[in-house]
């Protein structure tokens, strides 16, 4: 929702806020992921690519680059 990206964005640990409060499932799900020996592998598309070649990156920018990574 706009209220929780508001919060995201604006937390001094947009991380933890996105997982712990955004998304309080995702720790389980990754649990369920390793029982089952689901093999992951993330890929980053183009826009992702690109930021992470960025020297300079806006806030939103970077917390978009350390979700993904």
């Keep these: 929702s706009p209220e929780q990206e508001e919060n995201v964005l604006g937390s001094p640990d947009p991380l ?3 997982f712990d409060v955004v998304a309080p ?3 389980r799900m990754l649990d369920r ?3 089952a020996d689901v093999v992951m592998v ?3 598309d183009q826009i992702v690519g ?3 070649k960025k020297s300079k990156r806006s ?3 970077q ?3 350390d979700v993904h990574i």
Excluded: A
């Design 16 to 18: 933890t806020q996105l």
């Design 25 to 27: 499932e995702f720790e």
């Design 33 to 35: 992921l390793v029982t």
């Design 42 to 44: 993330p890929t980053l």
């Design 50 to 52: 690109g930021l992470y």
């Design 59 to 61: 806030r939103v920018e």
């Design 63 to 65: 917390i978009v680059l």
